[in-house]
């Protein structure tokens, strides 16, 4: 047979894998930084860029993408030439994608220490560095492409369809999530506003877990562990099944981080319904991982690399399962703003990309340099110290979680909540952050322990540069230029017909998920009483930002009695429509800040408070694990950006009046001196012209405007006269339907009551058994009293249904039903 | 436009809209299953041992010590 000679390029694949070994021991020394001050708030050192709300996003983007976006790259350029069997397209390509990557990366680090920061979730990089990351991801595209045109081999083998998939997937989200004004060289404001905002963002948050960590690391599932047990995988039906399945649902699943959450029901089903699918090809991925080891587990037994990969695989399982649970209501209202999601990622950090990082390099290194690991040993001491390390993290994450929910959650039998104090919770749980630190500890040393075991394997063996194999010649090349071919025949048609389904189903999945919020500002009801912030509340708002005080407290106050007994009033879809960008958040480590403004609120301070707290929150709190921000006080704020930030503002919509950049300093200037004249009189000495005004001006906004008196007594005194009642069956099994979704939880399935909500079974109402009474409560519900609103959740075509199928089960007299409240009425 | 939005939105609620993403869902899935189980098994066989054959040979590299 003739054969041909190709030369694989080997030092493209080492500059990858060095990158990832330096990029993941940094990832995770942050992480344990980031550990220690949730532990110990001493551990923020008291200085700016080293402060948790400034660092943890520099440790979520280190792992995510220079760690496994590293890894990523090592693995797709060493398997891709093996897979087509030719060299990468252009060694400029590779190199200019290495570096440009890498200064990404760096460009990153400082950014986000500095504060410029767009407070998006993985998505935190300003304008400049978001152009550069797409620069960069276009030639990483484009080098692949080429090398697939260029193969000698004629069909792809489904790693590199994920990779494929991958590469346009993050395309189209990170086009569309960044889309942002400039206000400066390095900040900026997204278009989106509130609610919208949150919809594209957790489209992309979910989809760059799904098309970053999850379907490239699938492509080298693939690859490596067929490779590293010499035999091919179990079912490759089962893979292109896989694969499939999981590009066209993954897509849809974005809103399942925003249940309960100001944004429309049907968005929220949506995402449980197609997270629950994605159950079942993930576990189809895993399963077929797994079965490829059948009858060569002894195998597993001795290798440590396939140990790695047996649990990566497993976690993938895990994570898979674990992660549609906590997309359904039932567990979200437990899970979500806790620990539980920390424990989740990093089952699949850790064990998922962590662990099948390591595989991949522990099988790698040695063929790179043409010897042997060095220590077979030590890969398997690495192993059990990254499994009790992962152990030692996860674990204590649940327990916290749990904990501190079920704390947020308790009433006393008089109803109030037990733990009102929101720092009980927290010392709760701090025995297991520092449990969690010690986790964090193992990790780490299993990985340095790793790094040693690969300087010694590269030291005892030499560098094949330039690997040449002999390859039989295929009769005919489907895809290679030959000479004197024009261009679009070379592009071979296969490829790029793959590419166009896969775009196809990326973008119908999007457009589904996505365009109907077009519809929703007309949705949303306008709230007449918010007022666009003033100056200096936007720059208070633009610090919050810097200093990413996202990371702890959220805002987002979810419709649960125990919710809105803590916090206040809970969040309306229409409060957040000048907001760029949004600011609920993800995780509650310290209490939400919604209502922070609301006078007489729960959650109100004073301004002499505020200033107290930020110099030295421990002062206020002995065991708080919130860092002090001294700097705030001695900052004087940057008044000049003021006139270029309300012109955007405005041009995003925001309804300042015409002109009024030019007058907004004076205006700041008029507030900042109100709020200083306030600390003078509680005799703290400072200037109007300091940040810590803005930021305090900005605290006081939150929920002000929307604050409840003004609304409930309008609705004391309107009557709305209710819509006709139905009763059709039809209607009424919709009603019973929506009823069981929207109300069950509160009043129990038949409407007969529970601890929470009354029976309305009975001819007892606390306000009132006309139907137009009725009506009223379900539509307007009693949010202070733990009821919320149902005109803001529901269509009038639904709360129609629910109203005539709530009359209708009147004197039904369901068993358990709760004792009557209020007063007889007379129907 | 405001048509639209107002068709979307009354979608949406109606349940409707659920119903078309599911109807697509299941259209593209089982048109996955039908093309997954018509390959032909040789074919299946030759791209599941793709990653195998790497037809190694080093006497030809280039070797750099370190």
């Not at chain 1, 000048?578 to 959650?603: E, I, N």
């Not at chain 1, 509680?682 to 005004?693: A, C, H, L, M, V």
Request: hydrophobic residues 45%; neutral net charge; charged residues 15%.
């Amino acid at each position: 047979m003739e054969t041909e000679r190709i030369h694989y390029d080997n030092k493209i694949v080492k500059y990858f894998a060095y990158a990832t070994i330096f990029w993941g021991i940094i990832g995770m020394v942050v992480g344990l930084l980031i550990a220690l001050q949730l532990a110990h708030p001493f551990f923020n050192f008291k200085t700016a860029f080293l402060t948790f709300g400034r660092i943890r996003p520099i440790h979520t983007n280190a792992i995510i993408f220079a760690f496994v976006g590293n890894a990523i790259f090592t693995g797709v350029y060493h398997s891709m030439q093996r897979l087509l069997k030719t060299r990468m397209y252009s060694n400029f390509l590779s190199y200019f994608h290495f570096w440009g990557w890498q200064i990404i990366i760096v460009l990153a680090a400082i950014t986000l220490a500095l504060g410029f920061t767009l407070s998006k979730e993985y998505a935190e990089l300003e304008w400049p560095i978001d152009i550069l990351i797409a620069i960069v991801w276009l030639v990483f595209g484009f080098n692949m492409f080429g090398t697939i045109a260029q193969r000698r081999v004629q069909h792809l083998y489904v790693a590199i369809w994920f990779y494929i998939a991958s590469w346009v997937t993050v395309t189209v989200l990170h086009v569309f999530n960044s889309i942002e004004i400039p206000i400066s060289l390095l900040k900026s404001y997204p278009v989106y506003a509130g609610l919208q905002d949150a919809l594209v963002q957790w489209w992309y948050g979910h989809n760059a877990v799904a098309f970053f960590l999850t379907t490239p690391y699938l492509g080298l599932m693939y690859y490596y562990l067929p490779k590293q047990a010499n035999r091919p995988i179990y079912s490759y039906r089962m893979g292109i099944i896989h694969f499939w399945a999981l590009v066209f649902i993954y897509i849809w699943t974005g809103p399942h981080h925003l249940l309960y959450q100001s944004v429309p029901n049907w968005a929220q089903t949506l995402g449980t319904v197609f997270s629950v699918m994605l159950i079942a090809p993930s576990w189809g991925g895993m399963i077929n991982g797994l079965l490829t080891l059948r009858g060569a587990w002894d195998k597993v037994r001795e290798d440590p690399v396939l140990k790695f990969m047996v649990v990566a695989v497993t976690a993938y399982g895990m994570s898979t399962f674990e992660g549609p649970m906590m997309s359904t209501k039932l567990v979200n209202a437990i899970t979500h703003f806790t620990d539980w999601t920390i424990g989740h990622v990093h089952i699949g950090g850790m064990a998922w990309n962590g662990f099948l990082t390591f595989s991949m390099l522990y099988y790698l290194i040695p063929r790179l340099f043409n010897t042997k690991l060095y220590s077979v040993k030590w890969a398997n001491t690495h192993f059990w110290l990254g499994t009790l390390g992962i152990l030692f993290y996860a674990i204590p994450m649940y327990w916290a979680a749990i904990t501190q929910s079920l704390m947020w959650k308790e009433f006393t039998e008089e109803g109030f909540l037990r733990y009102p104090n929101f720092m009980e919770t927290v010392v709760q749980i701090l025995p297991m952050y520092y449990t969690r630190v010690l986790g964090g500890v193992l990790y780490l040393t299993g990985a340095v322990l790793f790094v040693v075991n690969m300087v010694k394997t590269i030291k005892q063996g030499s560098f094949v540069a330039d690997e040449v194999v002999n390859v039989p010649i295929l009769e005919s090349y489907p895809s290679r230029r030959m000479e004197g071919e024009r261009r679009h025949s070379w592009l071979e048609r296969r490829p790029l017909q793959f590419t166009f389904w896969v775009i196809l189903a990326v973008v119908i999945a999007s457009v589904i998920s996505t365009v109907p919020f077009m519809s929703v500002k007309s949705n949303v009801a306008s709230i007449e009483s918010l007022k666009p912030y003033s100056p200096l509340e936007l720059q208070g708002r633009d610090i919050y930002i810097r200093e990413g005080c996202y990371t702890c407290h959220s805002q987002m106050v979810r419709p649960f009695r125990s919710e809105t007994e803590r916090y206040g009033d809970y969040a309306k879809a229409g409060e957040f429509v000048y907001d760029h960008p949004f600011q609920w958040g993800s995780k509650r480590t310290g209490p939400d800040l919604l209502r922070a403004g609301v006078p007489g609120g729960k959650l109100y301070k004073t301004a002499a408070w505020h200033y107290n707290h930020f110099l030295d929150p421990q002062k206020m709190n002995e065991q708080s694990i919130m860092p002090a921000y001294p700097w705030l006080i001695t900052n004087t704020l940057d008044t000049t950006s003021t006139a270029a930030k309300i012109k955007v503002m405005k041009w995003l919509g925001v309804p300042y009046p015409d002109g009024f950049e030019k007058v907004a300093n004076q205006e700041l200037m008029a507030q900042a001196s109100q709020i200083a004249t306030e600390l003078n009189d509680n005799g703290i000495d400072i200037t109007p012209d300091k940040e810590i005004i803005a930021m305090i001006a900005y605290l006081h906004k939150l929920g002000r405007d929307i604050a409840l008196p003004a609304a409930s007594e309008k609705s004391e005194k309107d009557i709305i006269p209710a819509p006709e009642l139905l009763t059709d069956e039809a209607s009424l099994v919709e009603g019973k339907n929506l009823f069981a979704t929207n109300c069950a939880a509160c009043h129990g399935p038949q409407g007969q009551g529970n601890a929470v909500g009354p029976n309305l079974t009975d001819n007892y109402w606390i306000h009132g058994g006309s139907n137009d009474d009725i009506f009223k409560s379900i539509s307007q519900g009693f949010p202070e009293k733990g009821m919320p609103a149902q005109n803001t959740m529901l269509k009038p075509s639904e709360l129609q249904k629910i109203y005539s199928f709530v009359v209708s089960i009147i004197g039904t007299n369901p068993p358990n039903a709760k004792a009557p409240q209020g007063e007889l009425f007379n129907r | 436009m405001k048509l639209i939005q107002y068709a979307l939105g009354e979608f949406a609620a109606n349940g409707i809209y659920q119903a078309i993403a599911l109807v697509i869902f299941m259209v593209v899935f089982i048109a996955i299953l039908i093309y997954a189980f018509t390959l032909k098994k040789s074919f299946v066989d030759q791209m599941a041992n793709a990653p195998l054959d790497d037809f190694r040979s080093l006497e030809n590299s280039k070797t750099e010590q370190p």
